[in-house]
């Protein structure tokens, strides 16, 4: 019986998900069009909301997408192919492509990344009281680096699901991605600062210092400047940032400027637990030995 009325049914299923507003759904999205439209689809009683779903993924052009993340899964259903970055950015609400990712966007990287970075901000935190100390920082980079470990793998991608802190989504804009669809990611500005931030999520500070290259014809650094202090770390990587616009040799010195007439209080790290290093007096800062 439900296998026959649903079958009755389809061609008005089908109508209405092929109309739909969107073509991305949730569980909870798909239960409330079961419930909604099952009267005037005269479905069974009897009939499940997981009999419903599977009947469409057999029979019609629905599709479960399973992403096991290890914090938890998540599924996603589509009506039809959707491009795989349109698809991510419906795992939460306001989230954006970040890191590695954003510097592919920008043509800031000649490398194909294989790994995909998401960012969903955490809600606003206050700022800690401790004030900044040189033996903090020292003992801070001395450790490894807080990285993310919430990933998945999903057709042979590697997915990073970041949960940073909160901006308000500032430097966040709208882009488009390989298929032409819309996508939300970091404006070169905030790209280059958060790789700065986090470089590992970047392939590694000589990536980072080719990306900063690659973006002399695109960035502001008046806003980069700009972004940075509404952002406020508590750390002071605006020293590492001028140091990477020195080393990258492509910007003027009234750039540089930008970045060195900011407060130097305290020596500062390029990366965490480096092994050999040299020192910039300049820029007060500690780098890799042999970085160039």
Same mark, same amino acid.
């Given at each position: 019986?439900?296998i026959?009325?649903?079958?009755?049914?389809?061609?008005?299923?089908?109508?209405?998900f092929?109309?739909?507003?969107?073509?991305?759904?949730?569980?909870? /999205?798909?239960?409330?069009?079961?419930?909604?439209?099952?009267?005037?689809?005269?479905?069974?009683?009897?009939?499940?909301?997981?009999?419903?779903?599977?009947y469409?993924?057999?029979?019609?052009? +629905?599709?479960?997408?399973?992403?096991?993340?290890?914090?938890?899964?998540?599924?996603?259903?589509?009506?039809? #192919?959707?491009? +795989?970055?349109?698809l991510? +950015?419906?795992?939460?609400?306001?989230?954006?492509?970040?890191?590695? /990712?954003?510097?592919?966007?920008?043509?800031?990287?000649?490398?194909?990344?294989? /790994?995909?970075?998401? &960012?969903?901000?955490?809600?606003?935190k206050?700022?800690?009281?401790?004030?900044?100390?040189? $033996?903090?920082?020292?003992?801070?980079?001395?450790?490894?680096?807080?990285?993310?470990?919430?990933t998945?793998?999903y057709?042979? *991608?590697?997915i990073?699901?970041?949960?940073?802190?909160?901006? &308000?989504?500032?430097?966040?804009? #709208?882009?488009?991605?390989?298929?032409?669809?819309?996508?939300?990611?970091?404006? %070169?500005?905030?790209?280059l600062? !958060? *790789?700065?931030?986090?470089?590992?999520?970047?392939?590694? %500070?000589?990536?980072? +210092?080719?990306?900063?290259?690659?973006?002399?014809?695109?960035?502001?650094?008046?806003?980069?400047v700009?972004?940075?202090?509404?952002?406020?770390?508590?750390?002071?990587?605006?020293?590492?940032i001028?140091f990477?616009?020195? /080393?990258?040799? %492509?910007?003027?010195?009234?750039?540089? !400027?930008?970045?060195?007439?900011?407060?130097?209080?305290? !020596?500062?790290?390029?990366?965490?637990?480096? $092994?050999?290093? #040299?020192?910039?007096? $300049?820029?007060?800062?500690?780098?890799?030995?042999?970085?160039?």
């Amino acid at each position: 019986m439900a296998i026959k009325r649903i079958s009755i049914a389809k061609p008005d299923i089908v109508a209405l998900f092929e109309d739909y507003p969107q073509n991305i759904f949730d569980l909870s /999205t798909l239960n409330r069009i079961f419930c909604e439209n099952r009267a005037f689809w005269r479905l069974p009683a009897s009939m499940s909301r997981a009999y419903f779903i599977k009947y469409l993924i057999k029979n019609a052009r +629905l599709k479960k997408h399973t992403f096991p993340f290890s914090y938890g899964t998540l599924v996603r259903y589509t009506w039809g #192919d959707v491009p +795989l970055y349109q698809l991510l +950015l419906s795992i939460k609400p306001n989230c954006y492509f970040t890191h590695y /990712t954003a510097m592919f966007f920008h043509e800031l990287t000649e490398q194909i990344p294989k /790994t995909i970075y998401i &960012n969903w901000e955490q809600t606003p935190k206050p700022r800690p009281k401790q004030k900044l100390e040189q $033996k903090r920082i020292d003992c801070a980079f001395k450790r490894k680096t807080r990285l993310s470990q919430n990933t998945a793998e999903y057709q042979n *991608i590697k997915i990073h699901f970041l949960n940073g802190m909160f901006t &308000n989504n500032l430097g966040v804009t #709208d882009g488009i991605g390989p298929n032409g669809e819309k996508i939300r990611l970091t404006d %070169v500005e905030r790209t280059l600062i !958060d *790789i700065t931030v986090r470089p590992e999520y970047a392939g590694g %500070v000589f990536e980072v +210092l080719k990306a900063y290259r690659l973006a002399h014809n695109k960035v502001s650094i008046n806003r980069l400047v700009a972004t940075l202090k509404k952002i406020n770390y508590i750390y002071p990587y605006h020293q590492a940032i001028g140091f990477y616009l020195e /080393t990258a040799g %492509v910007y003027k010195q009234s750039q540089l !400027d930008l970045l060195a007439q900011l407060e130097m209080k305290y !020596d500062f790290y390029l990366i965490h637990q480096m $092994k050999g290093r #040299d020192y910039s007096k $300049k820029w007060r800062l500690y780098f890799p030995k042999g970085f160039k």
